[in-house]
């Protein structure tokens, strides 16, 4: 059971499904009229009775949404071509899916912002003794589903399908790879804005075996370095709040906390609220 990405309107690009239960508006095209787009997302999410409406907009169209019962929840300065700001708003549909949030994780996630300083001092003296560090491609692209399967019950997008990792490499999304012995143990993927000079860090898998190795903070040192050389200059990801792990990876390399997405994912066999870091580069 996978959400559907579609068009709406001109060109803008939402995500919808009973897995996730909501719409997400990825991008709203400069071409569209937030207004019609907000009609028209509010009747898809009632006619599918979705329970949360999510949408990653630039700043100018904040005011639009926010009047039409929009929530902010996340915000990135400087995220389009490194001047107007992105908005993460959503509308709840549900009393239910706004209220659940896992309190005892902010908890963590409170503790883990007052040590940030003390683990980016951590993150660079990471050891690489043995482990190969490369951009994947198309020749990887089963290796990289083995890998996905392994690790997650669930996700929002259908990262163990072959078909959509071969078709997410040709429409651009770049996936890197750690490797020991020669064989593939852990990756992460930047799907890129080339536009806006944004990328969302993404995807993020440790085989359990190679865990406990520093494996995501090299992979996302390496991925930075591969983004800034393309010109990219506002990273962002999307994290879980439960992830203590993932967490720790972006404080550690500077990434800074913006705002928490409540219920808003369904990965690792349930609904989870997400937390959205970011950095410029």
Do not use: W
């Amino acid at each position: 059971m996978q959400d559907k990405i579609e068009k709406i309107g001109n060109a803008s690009i939402i995500q919808h499904g009973q897995l996730n239960k909501r719409v997400y508006l990825m991008k709203l095209d400069s071409t569209d009229c937030p207004s019609t787009i907000i009609q028209n997302i509010n009747k898809l999410a009632r006619e599918n009775k979705y329970t949360k409406i999510f949408c990653k907009i630039p700043a100018s169209a904040a005011p639009l949404f926010l009047a039409n019962g929009f929530l902010p929840e996340a915000q990135i300065p400087a995220f389009y071509n490194s001047e107007e700001a992105a908005f993460f708003v959503s509308k709840f549909l549900s009393s239910d899916r706004l209220l659940e949030i896992e309190t005892d994780r902010l908890s963590d996630l409170s503790k883990l912002l007052n040590e940030q300083k003390s683990m980016s001092m951590g993150a660079k003296s990471t050891r690489t003794e043995g482990i190969t560090l490369r951009r994947l491609d198309k020749a990887d692209y089963e290796q990289i589903t083995e890998i996905y399967r392994e690790v997650f019950v669930t996700y929002p997008f259908p990262i163990y399908n072959p078909g959509f990792i071969l078709k997410s490499i040709e429409d651009g999304t770049q996936y890197y790879g750690a490797e020991i012995d020669g064989k593939l143990v852990a990756l992460a993927s930047a799907e890129i804005d080339k536009k806006g000079k944004n990328a969302e860090m993404t995807d993020f898998a440790t085989l359990p075996q190679f865990r406990g190795r520093s494996l995501a903070v090299l992979l996302l040192g390496e991925i930075e370095k591969a983004m800034k050389v393309q010109g990219i200059t506002t990273l962002y990801t999307i994290a879980r709040l439960n992830s203590v792990g993932m967490n720790k990876t972006f404080l550690k390399m500077n990434y800074c906390y913006s705002g928490t997405l409540i219920k808003n994912t369904h990965i690792a066999g349930k609904i989870e609220s997400m937390n959205v870091l970011y950095k410029h580069i």
